[in-house]
């Protein structure tokens, strides 16, 4: 019976390494990429003479807009998650503690899911022609909004899994002291979800910060995001690898520092409702 455990602890632990290792080694090896000669890059070499010069290219060329393209990445996802939390947020006390009937609640929620469930690119012709027909493609506007969009299920989703897990009795006290529906949001659901709305918030601006295939089709060179613009390094007659790298390295650090900021609030985001 021990050796069936330890074996299956073994099997465990090979298949979790072996799923970390396609993960992690990619990604450190695409990283290692920013410090390398172009020449080391192409020629496979792992260990080679580090340089900042793709960081120097990327940042300070003529040719380059990389720091406006974080600054857009920065000013859509910033704008588009603050915009969702707060209406996933109040949608999420709406549903959860007033008495909305339930063909509205399970409406909401059923186009909640299946908008979530259908890929992103099936969405974006339709919104590249809205936009464009509405004179506002290639603005902030349009990419912003779409967005939110995009992403309010998922912030709905999270928000309602928090307010719920909060107890009636509170609530019921609320209600009975007078307060009303405003009142009881503000003095007691408030307070109580803003750990729920940390770890949407952190979950909701990656996704946001991450977008690739939204931003591709309705952004303009003016309004381009990260993603697009490392995209735009592979070139007809040339890949820049080495920007191209340093180009994600940079990308990622927002993101992984919203991470670590926030890894507790996360956790329990995603854990909501699953213990009672």
């Not at 072996?18 to 890059?41: C, G």
């Not at 939110?148 to 002291?177: I, K, Y």
Request: hydrophobic share 60%; charged share 10%.
């Amino acid at each position: 019976m021990k050796l069936r455990r330890q074996a299956g602890r073994i099997g465990a632990s090979a298949v979790v390494w072996s799923y970390a290792a396609l993960i992690v080694l990619p990604t450190l090896w695409v990283l290692s990429n920013a410090f390398k000669y172009k020449i080391a890059i192409i020629t496979g070499q792992v260990l080679a003479t580090p340089t900042l010069d793709n960081f120097r290219e990327l940042l300070f060329s003529r040719q380059s807009h990389f720091l406006w393209n974080l600054w857009n990445s920065a000013v859509v996802a910033v704008v588009s998650t603050a915009i969702v939390i707060v209406l996933a947020t109040m949608a999420a006390f709406t549903l959860d503690r007033l008495r909305v009937p339930g063909w509205i609640r399970w409406a909401v929620l059923g186009w909640a899911i299946l908008f979530q469930m259908l890929p992103t690119l099936t969405f974006v012709g339709s919104w590249y022609v809205m936009w464009a027909a509405a004179g506002l493609h290639g603005t902030y506007l349009a990419v912003i909004l779409t967005h939110v969009v995009h992403n309010l299920p998922m912030g709905l989703f999270l928000m309602l899994s928090f307010m719920s897990a909060l107890p009636n009795e509170l609530f019921q006290a609320a209600r009975m002291d007078g307060c009303t529906h405003a009142q009881t949001f503000w003095r007691i659901a408030f307070p109580l979800v803003r750990g729920g709305m940390i770890a949407a918030t952190a979950l909701i601006f990656i996704f946001s910060w991450s977008d690739f295939a939204i931003a591709l089709a309705l952004t303009s060179p003016r309004t381009m995001t990260a993603p697009v613009a490392i995209s735009t390094f592979a070139q007809e007659y040339d890949i820049r690898y080495g920007e191209m790298a340093a180009g994600t390295l940079l990308s990622i650090v927002p993101a992984i520092v919203l991470i670590l900021v926030g890894q507790r609030f996360i956790v329990r985001g995603l854990l909501a409702g699953a213990v009672k």
